[in-house]
């Protein structure tokens, strides 16, 4: 029982227009809600940096440096940055199952909007909203002792977009499966929770047992998370003795069969995942009734 | 072209048969009642309709679309009031019925006018900028209902629209709906446990078990019931079924612990019954018939038996008394 994508419509003329609307009457609504919403900004916040300040402080003496001029803050931290855009992204699927519970979705549903309109608003208000997180965070990077320039923070932001509409898709297929709250948050655990340890958030992918080198080599995550750390470790002040200008330690960088992943190389694989993703995330949502 | 035609449409869910079968028009500017009870299929007809359901089988058209093909030329036609809310509860009232505006494509200058006109319609103007989670439940309904007028549909479903409403507000609410007719030919199809709400249709399918099993005028539904309605109470309830049965050769019924029947014209009848009715008899009545007694005779059961309680019976006595 579905509806394919082609009858969604029918042939009709201000197709593009519509489509616009669509996009942009979801992405308002759901920034409306977030901008109104004052205790989901807080708890959004307050989970990393309570995850920084105790893992950070704690394992910082502990660990020691992990490579020339890069103590275990500044590896991190950056870390935390995409975890933050990977949580708030994923939000967008919850709240699709939330609407749907609450009846709301019914609303939008009967509304002359395309599914994947729909699917498109969600992505587009996620990102913008994780976007946002992310960028805030980016506030105690003083206090951690991590240096930004300018030119990291426009860099910045694409890569967290498509890490954001990526996730944004994928919390999407998810929600489109799930009839309730609890299979939603049940998923999140079983499958986001050791996604999200695995993907070099935390710790190096690198010198860990072979079957979590493998799943973290296959979880898209790791490279939104390696994109965003290297983009970091580019500008930090390296100590007196290191030339400048060298390679990330492959200690901590993420080698795929002997190649050591690029900003840009990681950049395209979570980009090529996030199109696979949202595909099947339109496709999956216009067919549910 | 009629507003809505439906032709044989079915739909199972895995071995439930929820509709089975329905067909009927719904002519354009006509107001058409779904009546029925619980779990009839009246929903889920809507949903069809509406395009939130496929059907198993069968054809329908709402504005001339076909509900599965045309979907989105449908949705644009069309405008519902849900049974269940389906508002944001986080968002305020205005920010929810702009959110529709936005959605249906309302010019601005239309969108602030009719908002203003609805809000104010439904006594919300004052609290607009509230959040709708601070309402209460019959300030909910009346915005959904404010909502689902908002762009100028031509179709307007109504599932249970003034469901918990006070008599005052839904008088309101049918005033506006029936001018909004006059005035734009607006067809509707709704759906109400209300009786008096039901009169306000010029055409009511009685629907049970997913089909049809009478579609007329609310005054021809009552006319062929035949008559008056008696209701008595009496000292042995078995014992006067029997006697009705086979001395008087009705068919009465057991609707609320009364024993109720009907009769072609109560002034001729009641004063012999009365005379010759062995049965001890401890309170009767007489009334015109209502929908729900056309309930009963077509299906044997009340629609809403559990609410229909003794307020309801007091009611039907007090009025019984006035004529
Ligand atoms: N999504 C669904 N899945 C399974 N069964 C369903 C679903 N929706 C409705 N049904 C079943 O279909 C039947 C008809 O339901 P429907 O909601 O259409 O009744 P209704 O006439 O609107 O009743 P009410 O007066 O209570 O609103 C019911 O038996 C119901 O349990
Ligand atoms: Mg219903």
Redesign the pocket.
Known sequence: MGTDEKNDGGDEPMKIAEQWRGIWVIAYRDLLRFTGDRIRLVSALAMPIIFLVIFGAGFNNVIGQLAPGIDFMKFVYPGIIAMTVLNSSLMSGLSIVWDREFGFLREVLVAPLSRGSVVAGKIVGSAVISLAQGIIMLVIAPIVDVRLTAMLVLKLVPVLLIISISISALGILIASRMRSQQGFQLVMMVLLMPMTFLSGVMFPVNNVPVWMEVISKVNPLTYGVDAVRQLFLAVQPLPAGIPAGIPMPSAIGVTVFGRTMGVLDDTLVVAGLGILLLIMAVVTFSRQE | MNAIEINGIV?K??Q?V??DGISFNVEKGEIFG?L????????????ILCTL?LPTSGKASVNGFDVVRERRQVQRSIGLVF?DPTLDDYLTAEQNLRFHAYAYGVPRDVREKRMTELLELMELNDRRRSRVSTYSGGMKRRLEVARGLLHHPQVLFL??PTLGLDPQTRRHIWDYITTLRKQENLSILM?T?YMDEAEYCDRIAV?DH?KIVALDTPTRLKDSVGGDVVSLQADNQEQALIELKESFKLSPVVQNGMVSFSVPRSDVFLPEFLRSFRSGIRSISVRRPTLDDVFLKLTGRAIREQEAGAWEQMRRMMGAMNR
């Open positions: 739909k869910f895995g439930l929820a509709v779904f029925g009870p619980n779990g009839a299929g009246k929903t889920t007809t809507i949903n359901l049974q599932d249970e759906t446990h629907i997913g």
